[in-house]
């Protein structure tokens, strides 16, 4: 049962703009900033947001990050193929004094 | 340029220890907090602890405590991850990951390629 909660999927159309969300508590994302990771099958998670909203350098613009309240939301705008991958959401918790993740959302480009 | 590489697959019984390691070139080592970070086949993340390369301060999960152990060789620019009294539920793919903040925020900004341990009689 992970502390961060994702729908399991989420699926767009070439072009299209898809969003995904993260729900959290006042001790995590209520208090802190979120991370998002895009992940590949097979290989190790790649940071894609950081601090709420911000792109590490070389992450496309296409990637965006949002949080209001105790929820945190990815969005993906002109959806490409190579956009098909495990999105995973991030954040400290205070209470547990641990970083907590959400169980992740698979992404498919139809 | 910053790498971070880990050791090779292991293959464990149900009760011994693994040690996996994860060596870090291309920046100042003892900068740099490091995270372990746990996959299971087909599942989420999962924070295994931190440990600062400087002055070897350690946070574990709380679900990890008492199993898990991390060091670090500053010489070696190399930290350690050993879990030990292994049980099936422990075959995961473990990385370490490199914190680019003071204060820990879930921020992961370069991963190793992973060392899948398998526990299995």
């Known amino acids: 049962q992970s502390v961060l909660t994702q729908p399991p999927s989420a699926s767009g159309t070439p072009g299209q703009r898809v969003t995904i969300s993260c729900s959290g508590s006042?001790?995590?994302?209520?208090?802190?900033?979120v991370n998002w990771y895009q992940q590949v099958p097979g290989t190790a998670p790649k940071l894609l947001i950081y601090?709420?909203?911000q792109r590490p350098s070389g992450v496309p613009d296409r990637f965006s990050g949002s949080k209001s309240g105790t929820s945190a939301s990815l969005a993906i705008s002109g959806l490409q193929s190579e956009d098909e991958a495990h999105y995973h959401c991030?954040?400290?918790?205070?209470?547990?004094?641990?970083?907590?993740f959400g169980a992740g959302t698979k992404l498919t480009v139809l | 340029q910053v790498q971070v590489v880990q050791s090779g697959a292991e293959v464990k019984k149900p009760g011994a220890a693994v040690k996996v390691s994860c060596k870090a070139s291309?920046?100042?080592?003892?900068?740099?907090?490091m995270h372990w970070v746990r996959q299971a086949p087909g599942q989420g993340l999962e924070w295994m602890g931190i440990?600062?390369?400087?002055?070897?301060?350690?946070t574990y999960a709380q679900k990890f405590q008492g199993r898990v152990t991390m060091t670090r060789d500053t010489s070696a620019s190399t930290v350690y991850m050993e879990l030990s009294s292994l049980r099936s539920e422990d075959t995961a793919v473990y990385y370490c990951?490199?914190?680019?903040?003071?204060?820990?925020?879930?921020?992961?900004?370069?991963w190793g390629q992973g060392t899948l341990v398998t526990v299995s009689s």
């Open positions: 601090s709420d909203d």
């Open positions: 006042s001790s995590n994302i209520g208090t802190n900033t």
């Open positions: 440990i600062n390369p400087s002055g070897g301060g350690i």
């Open positions: 291309g920046y100042t080592f003892t900068t740099y907090y």
């Open positions: 991030a954040a400290w918790d205070d209470s547990l004094n641990a970083v907590v």
């Open positions: 990951a490199r914190d680019p903040n003071v204060e820990t925020t879930g921020t992961f900004d370069y």
